[in-house]
């Protein structure tokens, strides 16, 4: 008798024998399968972000599985670490924008539990970038300063690929809510001008006020 773990298993079954390997860069739709605060990898100076590859611009890729590290240590003053998290936790779904906007307006912060992003799906995009130490060398990466992930019905990523049954068993419409339409501008109705009154002749008018001398 076997008891199986299958928590470093890929979440599709298919992909049991794909022999690993990093996925190629382009997009699709991936599952969040860990997510690892202060992971001691990095010394606790990085969260790290496992996901899944279960529909890609490329195919084969689809069961591999990327590691992205989210570097807590904010050394823009900006707050770019915590801009990446909230992004992150939008595109899975975990929050939305009405409820950060709602949290924003009334001053109060978000507590949130981002063990609860295990399991959930993402829209992402990864890239190369050369290492800043060695050109020679290139680190897959997620996108757009690493800001590239959105969620499975963000309207900018329509067409890229996504598992239809995934979402059907998980009970996703991947389908963004249509916007309303604006109305039709008011149609002018142009109507003849109105006929000039005639003018009342009295004794202080100048009899020849329009004749020209």
């Known amino acids: 008798m076997f008891d199986f773990d299958l928590s470093d298993m890929p ?3 298919d992909a049991i024998g794909s022999g690993g390997g990093r996925p190629t860069p382009g997009h699709g739709m991936a599952i969040i399968t860990a997510w690892n605060e202060y992971c001691q990898d990095s010394n606790a100076q990085a969260h790290e972000l496992v996901f899944e590859i279960v529909a ?3 195919p084969a890729d689809v069961g591999k599985t990327h590691e992205e590290w989210i570097y807590h240590a904010d050394k823009t003053g900006k707050g770019f670490p915590k801009r990446r998290m909230l992004s992150l936790v939008m595109a899975a779904g975990l929050v939305t ?3 950060y906007q709602q949290a924003k307006a009334n001053g109060q912060p978000l507590a949130l539990d981002l ?4 399991g959930r799906l993402i829209m992402v995009k990864l890239a190369e970038e050369p290492s800043t130490k060695d050109p020679s060398k290139m680190y897959l990466k997620v996108a757009n300063i690493g800001l590239g992930w959105h969620h499975v019905n963000d309207p900018k990523v329509a067409a890229w690929p996504k598992d239809a049954a ?12 249509a916007k309303p339409s604006a109305p039709p501008p008011p149609q002018q ?3 003849p001008p109105a006929p000039a009154k005639p003018v009342a002749a009295s004794d202080d008018a100048d009899p020849f ?3 020209p001398f």
């Open 209 to 211: 006020g329009n004749v």
């Open 97 to 99: 924008p009405a409820q």
């Open 166 to 177: 995934r979402l059907q068993r998980m009970g996703i419409t991947a389908t963004a809510t």
């Open 56 to 58: 890609w611009s490329t």
């Open 11 to 13: 979440d599709n079954p």
């Open 115 to 118: 063990q609860q992003l295990v």
């Open 189 to 191: 109705v142009t109507r």
